[in-house]
């Protein structure tokens, strides 16, 4: 029988503190890239402009709800649209999705979620905890990455004072080392790793730039045909596997 793990997320210390905070940094990116999705090129039918959608960790929303103040109807007029993916494990991995039009005027309103506090780069942590890599923390930033257009985002250009800030013995990123968090940092970089190559082999999407890419890249990405969901339950699944062998059983435990 394998052993549990009952440590809870420090979601307290998390929210105590900035991972990434460039004052007034919407200034230098043509008004708030990451809050906004404000891109010329963007043509978006489905996707929010004017705004932008807040992902939450389900554990880290209901923490919040009691412990800080998160959207909802009575601040910001929406409910969260929950999303699951099943790998296999005890429980999903499961997100709240929620539509923003603050353009980064959220202080004093909500707390931000955590991939916002990291935003605009992702850590992804090896099972002992320690930082394996950086991917880009949003799904627009990351195909701007593989297709050679520069973000508009001017944090990234950063990169390296956070990766040094990150690695140092005083690193706020020892309030991510918890099996839970380590599982979704991972799963994210396997859902991007995937990607990329779903992106890479689109001869059609490769061909296109600007408006056209965009038009098109909308469709296929949000019916699916840039992730093989097969595959990225099969790596998210080898990485629980390794984490409960390292820590023991988390996802029952959790918050």
Known sequence: MVASYSAPVPWEAIHAQDFIYEDQCWTSCNGGFCCSNNHPDFAFQLIPT???TIIYLEDEYEWLSRHGTVPGPHNMG???NSLTFEFGAPRPLSL??????LLGLCKGVIDKPLLCKLYPMLPILAA????????PASIFDLTMAIKGIQTPCTIVAKRAVYLARWRSAVSPLKALRHPYLILYLRAA???ADI??????????LQDLSGKDFWKIWELQYLSGQLIDTDELARRVRT?????????????????
């Open 128 to 135: 002992d905890g320690t930082l394996e890599d950086v991917s």
């Open 78 to 80: 929406s409910v969260p």
């Open 239 to 255: 990485t629980y596997d390794e984490l409960v062998a390292r820590y023991g059983a988390f996802l029952e435990n959790t918050p």
């Open 50 to 52: 004017n705004g932008t």
């Open 195 to 204: 990607y990329t190559e779903k992106l890479r082999g689109s001869a059609k």
């Open 96 to 101: 709240l999705q929620l539509p923003c039009h």
């Open 189 to 191: 970089k396997h859902f």
